[in-house]
């Protein structure tokens, strides 16, 4: 086996991914590659990742519980602040109870893995995040997708099932930034032996989520919230059977004790609002600038505004031009995105100012020129 070839033929084909280094805390303004930038390209989307606030919770975590949480949920790594936690995000989403999880990753690849003896079909929207697409891959199921964002094609694809089954969708998604209808999809799948489950890793925290009876919902807890993990929230029976059957949950070690203080913290500061505001005035002004000057950015009302390039190549060369001006915005090519779908993909924060953005798309009007 042949490493070299595979590597140089990613290259030649300007899929190349490169890690750049970061100096300093994230935030708006950062050292990357040992320049000063202005980070248009971070999910930390509410600015509460170097927060005061949660840095103190964070360190009084630590004091009082250590740093590892030294086991799995099911030895003796479920401490009290874990469990204060999952009770708070169940209150905040409205939900009966609510199950920790490292990653949304893991989060996703746990449900899929405890539903496998559960369901004998699954539906995916055709855009939905990779993790949803290997945890169907992971139970052996057919990766059926219907179109994105398209009622009557998920609609014709479940007339063609039978027996129970899971229909899975991103709520804001990872690369467009557009919404999913989750009150659509409800209607359709009340006619039908199926649950729904939503990956609300870009939209928790910033909007207020639509949680069907009786469905899955997931969401993360290091964009918007600022800190790490994800959980899933749900009926008091889906969450038990999760704990009994959901692999990565069982031989997992928990998040540190110290992580979810931090996140109790968080959820205060979401709740109260103020960064939220912040974040949906910067989306609206960025969008009015953007149109002012003609550029054609993608029908998102998210912190995700996504500008499609179309080849790798030109995307990554502007991406590249766009840092050397002092501004750091990701160039998305396959397979993250459709072939000739290559993208910049713009994400705003709360603490962006109006002089940053206006400066930003100032620049991509010039190197687009």
Not at 29 to 50: H, P, Q, V
Not at 307 to 335: D, M, Y
Request: aromatic share 8%.
């Amino acid at each position: 086996m042949s490493f070299s070839k595979k590597i140089s033929y990613i290259e030649q084909n300007h899929l190349f991914r490169l890690r750049r280094v970061a100096a300093s805390a994230q935030g708006t303004e950062m050292c990357i590659d040992g320049k000063k930038i202005i980070n248009f390209c971070s999910n930390d989307y509410l600015s509460l990742a170097n927060h005061p606030q949660i840095k103190e919770s964070l360190i009084k975590g630590i004091k009082d519980y250590g740093v590892g949480s030294g086991a799995s949920h099911l030895v003796s790594g479920h401490s009290k602040l874990h469990h204060e936690l999952e009770e708070a995000l169940a209150d905040h989403t409205g939900q009966q109870r609510a199950l920790l999880f490292s990653s949304g990753y893991s989060a996703n690849l746990g449900v899929f893995s405890a539903l496998r003896d559960e369901i004998k079909w699954t539906l995916q929207d055709k855009l939905n995040h990779a993790s949803l697409i290997d945890a169907n891959r992971l139970i052996e199921l057919p990766i059926q997708r219907y179109l994105h964002n398209n009622l009557d094609s998920l609609q014709k694809k479940l007339d063609k099932q039978k027996g129970s089954g899971l229909v899975a969708t991103d709520n804001v998604f990872s690369m467009d930034g557009d919404k999913a209808n989750i009150k659509g999809i409800e209607k359709i799948l009340n006619q039908k032996n199926a649950l729904l489950m939503q990956d609300d890793a870009h939209g928790f925290g910033i909007f207020n989520p639509m949680i069907p009876k009786h469905s899955i919902y997931m969401a993360t807890l290091g964009k918007a919230a600022g800190v790490m993990g994800a959980f899933v929230a749900g009926d008091e029976d889906l969450i038990e059977f999760l704990i009994q059957k959901s692999r990565p949950y069982t031989y997992t070690t928990a998040i540190p004790p110290s992580f979810c203080i931090a996140i109790l913290t968080s959820l205060k500061l979401i709740d109260n609002g103020e960064q939220k505001q912040k974040l949906l005035t910067n989306i609206s002004y960025f969008k009015s600038i953007a149109s002012q000057l003609g550029l054609q950015f993608g029908i998102s009302n998210s912190a995700i505004q996504p500008l499609v390039i179309g080849s790798s190549s030109a995307a990554l060369k502007l991406s590249n031009q766009l840092f050397e001006e002092g501004f750091f915005v990701s160039a998305i090519r396959p397979p993250t995105v459709p072939p000739n779908t290559a993208r910049l993909r713009f994400t705003l924060s709360a603490n962006h100012t109006s002089q940053q953005i206006n400066k930003l798309l100032e620049k991509v009007k010039n190197v687009m020129a």
